[in-house]
Each structure stands twice: as C-alpha cells, then as structure tokens.
C-alpha cells in the first residue's frame, strides 16, 4: 500500500496562487506516476495533472494549461501542485494519486489515492 497525504489547500481570492504538496509513503515513489485530480461541487472527478517517474513528462488537463505546474521530488518522496491566476471554477477538493502514465487522464490509471484537500477561490 501506498499512503498519500494532501496539503497547501485553502481559500484564496480569484488571480491568487496556491501551492498544493502530497507526501507519499510505503511504496517505492520512483516507481509511479504521480497525477492530480479534482472534484468540484455536484460534478465528477476530474484530471488535472500528471507528472512521469522521474519528471520528463508532464501532461495537463485543458483548463489548467498555462497556470498550474505539476513537480515531483523522489529524494523527498513528494509532489506538488502550483496553482496561478485561480478562478473560481477551480474550487474544488483536490486529490493526489499514484499509478500509471498509460490512460492517465483516466481514474482506472491509479491505484492509490488520497483523502484530498480543499481549494476554494473567491471572486
């Protein structure tokens, strides 16, 4: 098993950044694909990022291209979510996952989850 531990959530005005951190544990990190996902009120969730093993690639949801940036360190065991220029649309609790990079804007492409955090953005 592997554990994932969201943080950085919280509430920021509309054209603030947030920076969003997932501490993973119990698994050799290196091996996996490390994505975000999200889920607004009332909708599904959704892909967000996505970030390859070492970090050569990296794959973005639409919505998100030009302001969020997906890293990862694999000395620390940890990936974070930079999100600028926010809009209220991207209020919504927000998930870290390990798995694959096949089919990886896809939920059946991760094994792991975590509890998520919550990101609201004011107007």
């Known amino acids: 098993q592997m554990q994932l531990a969201e943080s950085g959530g919280g509430l920021v005005q509309a054209g603030g950044s947030l920076r969003l951190s997932c501490a993973a544990s119990?698994?050799?990190?290196?091996?996996?694909?490390m994505g975000w996902f999200r889920r607004a009120p009332g909708k599904e969730r959704e892909f967000v990022a996505a970030?390859?093993?070492?970090?050569?690639?990296?794959d973005y949801a639409d919505s998100v291209k030009g302001r969020f940036a997906i890293s990862r360190d694999n000395r620390k065991n940890t990936v974070a979510l930079q999100m600028n220029t926010l809009k209220p649309e991207d209020t919504a609790v927000y998930y870290c996952?390990?798995?694959?990079?096949?089919?990886?804007?896809?939920?059946?492409?991760?094994?792991?989850w975590g509890q998520g955090t919550q990101v609201t953005v004011s107007t």
């Open positions: 119990g698994r050799t990190f290196s091996n996996y694909v």
């Open positions: 996952t390990a798995g694959r990079w096949i089919a990886r804007t896809r939920e059946a492409a991760y094994d792991y």
């Open positions: 970030i390859s093993t070492f970090g050569t690639n990296t």
